[in-house]
């Protein structure tokens, strides 16, 4: 067995990615099509990338969606594997989400931000980038049609951003907890797994326009799954809040993130009495695409893909 095949089978989602991606490349090959590649974790995050390689002037891309960091990195290394022993050179780029790797997986992390051809989010994950004030008030601006003289777009900023703080003072023991878990998981410490796919704001917290307060008892979730903790997990879940709670825009849970946005939105559309001349009614699955020119762009993306592309 090669060591690209034993790669391959080192992950469940790489076989059908590579198959596509190989038979896409021989294609182009054969039209003497030269493309840059592009591997990203999720299906959402081409809404966001390609938008932003574009602007650059490189229009030749296909992307690829990995379903996971763990697979758009094994592909990389088939990939640089394939490069040593071809006579085809391929371009490809690598986008994966920083997670919570700065904090729990260090020399892995600082691997990745020094490799030419891997790009990783300055923060959790590409959602943090649709969260801050900024964004929010272009949606004002170009959804909601309102101008910075409106009394309800001073309004409207003034409760986002108090409703924001109180959203992560919320949610930082519950971000704590996820970090704290996954460093542990890691080591092998804990072997349940946890699955976070079904935990939805309206599960933990009573969110409306004039307040956030908490409702999921947090430590009960997790002890509730976990069958035994370490006994060190609460001194470490200390450490871990105390560098979460720096930067919570940055460091907490994307996904959460951006779902407070589409919380806070469907409020305002929901209260006719006060926002009745009011409405920007958006799908939550469509929302990264919806909203994707509003998001913010990372210095460090503009500066990665001039960088990797030789602009």
């Given at each position: 067995?090669?060591?690209?095949?034993?790669?391959?089978?080192?992950?469940?989602?790489?076989?059908?990615?590579?198959?596509?991606?190989?038979?896409?490349?021989?294609?182009?090959?054969?039209?003497?099509?030269?493309?840059?590649?592009?591997?990203?974790?999720?299906?959402?995050?081409?809404?966001?990338?390609?938008?932003?390689?574009?602007?650059?002037?490189?229009?030749?891309?296909?992307?690829?969606?990995?379903?996971?960091?763990?697979?758009?990195?094994?592909?990389?290394?088939?990939?640089?594997?394939?490069?040593?022993?071809?006579?085809?050179?391929?371009?490809?780029?690598?986008?994966?989400?920083?997670?919570?790797?700065?904090?729990?997986?260090?020399?892995?992390?600082?691997?990745?931000?020094?490799?030419?051809?891997?790009?990783?989010?300055?923060?959790?994950?590409?959602?943090?980038?649709?969260?801050?004030?900024?964004?929010?008030?272009?949606?004002l601006k170009s959804e909601f049609y309102?101008?910075?003289?409106?009394?309800?777009?001073k309004k409207l900023i003034k409760l986002?951003?108090?409703?924001?703080?109180?959203?992560?003072?919320?949610?930082?023991?519950?971000?704590?907890?996820?970090?704290?878990?996954?460093?542990?998981?890691?080591?092998?410490?804990?072997?349940?797994?946890?699955?976070?796919?079904?935990?939805?704001?309206?599960?933990?917290?009573?969110?409306?326009?004039?307040?956030?307060?908490?409702?999921?008892?947090?430590?009960?979730?997790?002890?509730?799954?976990?069958?035994?903790?370490?006994?060190?997990?609460?001194?470490?879940?200390?450490?871990?809040?105390?560098?979460?709670?720096?930067?919570?825009?940055?460091?907490?849970?994307?996904?959460?993130?951006?779902?407070?946005?589409?919380?806070?939105?469907?409020?305002?559309?929901?209260?006719?009495?006060?926002?009745?001349?009011?409405?920007?009614?958006?799908?939550?699955?469509?929302?990264?695409?919806?909203?994707?020119?509003?998001?913010?762009?990372?210095?460090?993306?503009?500066?990665?893909?001039?960088?990797?592309?030789?602009?």
């Amino acid at each position: 067995m090669s060591r690209v095949e034993s790669l391959i089978e080192e992950t469940t989602r790489a076989p059908a990615v590579w198959m596509n991606f190989t038979r896409t490349f021989k294609k182009h090959i054969k039209k003497q099509k030269f493309l840059i590649y592009c591997f990203y974790e999720g299906k959402d995050d081409s809404k966001y990338y390609n938008e932003r390689i574009n602007t650059f002037g490189l229009k030749n891309l296909h992307h690829f969606e990995c379903k996971g960091k763990s697979n758009v990195l094994k592909l990389r290394e088939i990939i640089l594997e394939k490069n040593s022993n071809s006579q085809y050179k391929i371009s490809s780029l690598y986008f994966i989400d920083k997670d919570y790797d700065d904090i729990i997986n260090e020399t892995d992390y600082n691997y990745w931000k020094e490799a030419n051809n891997i790009y990783v989010t300055p923060c959790y994950s590409i959602e943090n980038c649709y969260t801050s004030k900024n964004v929010f008030k272009k949606i004002l601006k170009s959804e909601f049609y309102l101008q910075e003289i409106d009394r309800d777009y001073k309004k409207l900023i003034k409760l986002f951003t108090v409703r924001q703080k109180e959203f992560h003072r919320c949610l930082l023991e519950l971000n704590s907890w996820i970090v704290t878990y996954k460093y542990f998981y890691d080591k092998k410490e804990i072997s349940e797994e946890i699955s976070y796919g079904n935990l939805t704001l309206n599960k933990i917290i009573n969110f409306n326009l004039e307040s956030i307060s908490i409702k999921l008892d947090i430590q009960d979730y997790f002890t509730s799954k976990i069958e035994v903790l370490p006994n060190n997990f609460l001194e470490v879940k200390e450490t871990m809040k105390n560098t979460l709670k720096i930067n919570p825009k940055c460091n907490f849970r994307g996904k959460f993130e951006i779902d407070f946005l589409y919380s806070f939105i469907t409020l305002i559309n929901d209260d006719k009495s006060e926002y009745n001349n009011l409405s920007f009614h958006i799908q939550k699955k469509n929302l990264v695409s919806n909203i994707s020119q509003y998001a913010n762009t990372p210095k460090c993306l503009k500066k990665h893909i001039k960088k990797a592309t030789n602009i």
